[in-house]
């Protein structure tokens, strides 16, 4: 069936550091791969996203990088900040028939410690 | 402007009571979507309406009922409330409903019924 998973659940960071967040989909026909970010008592935002023709995504400090071959795609945040630190969720859009369904990994939360 | 809007932020209610939330979008959009957030914060698609035809329609309780007044709104209906229920439900909303196209998501309505 339609699964995403994500690792890890918790990730803690020294400010300055890398932080590489990991996600596996198991539907190949999935062609679509966003992040959200979630503070505490907010709403998911959209970071960044991938669509399945390319390989790789910059935006200043955060890069997506997708391997369709092992159906699986990284967020990578270089330079973290506390500000950075909130819940990442990854997602996968869903099958063909279900257009704009998305199902989304687990969640990571990040903290940042100063 | 708020882009995607829900009413009420809170709700608090007890089990057995049946209650509404609402959802505006001013995006233009053509489809708007039901998420349910649980405590463990996984965040899993309930319904979506593209200009109000429901499309996607997960496996959810009957006693769930969506409503589609018109493209722009969404409202959530939820009788004879459980403990279950309690989550924070986000509404969210696309261009078209397209595989690959962003979702915004509104700031939530956090559900406790006791």
């Known amino acids: 069936g339609e699964n995403v998973e994500q690792h890890p659940s918790t990730l803690s960071v020294q400010e300055g550091d890398s932080a590489v967040i990991k996600c596996t989909y198991s539907d190949s026909a999935s062609n679509y791969f966003p992040w959200y970010k979630q503070e505490l008592g907010k709403r998911p935002q959209l970071i960044i996203d991938i669509r399945s023709n390319v390989g790789e995504k910059k935006d200043q400090r955060i890069a997506v990088t997708l391997n369709k071959t092992a159906k699986h795609f990284s967020l990578h945040i270089t330079e973290t900040q506390p500000e950075d630190s909130a819940v990442y969720f990854c997602?996968?859009?869903?099958?063909?028939?279900?257009?704009?369904?998305?199902?989304f990994g687990q969640g990571t939360t990040l903290q940042v410690k100063p | 402007d708020t882009a995607v809007s829900q009413t009420p932020k809170y709700l608090v209610t007890q089990m057995g009571n049946d209650k509404s939330i609402k959802c505006e979008q001013n995006?233009?959009?053509?489809?708007m979507y039901w998420y349910k957030q649980d405590s463990k914060k996984f965040l899993k698609i309930m319904f979506s309406?593209?200009?109000?035809?429901?499309?996607i329609n997960e496996t959810v309780p009957n006693r769930f009922s969506p409503k589609s007044p018109d493209k722009a709104h969404l409202n959530l209906h939820i009788n004879s409330l459980e403990l279950g229920d309690s989550a924070v439900y986000f509404c969210?909303?696309?261009?078209?409903?397209?595989?690959?196209?962003?979702?915004?998501f509104g700031p939530g309505t956090r559900l406790l019924v006791l």
């Open positions: 995006l233009g959009h053509d489809t």
């Open positions: 997602a996968a859009s869903g099958p063909i028939r279900n257009t704009g369904k998305l199902i």
């Open positions: 309406y593209n200009n109000k035809e429901l499309i």
């Open positions: 969210a909303s696309s261009q078209t409903g397209g595989r690959q196209e962003t979702q915004y």
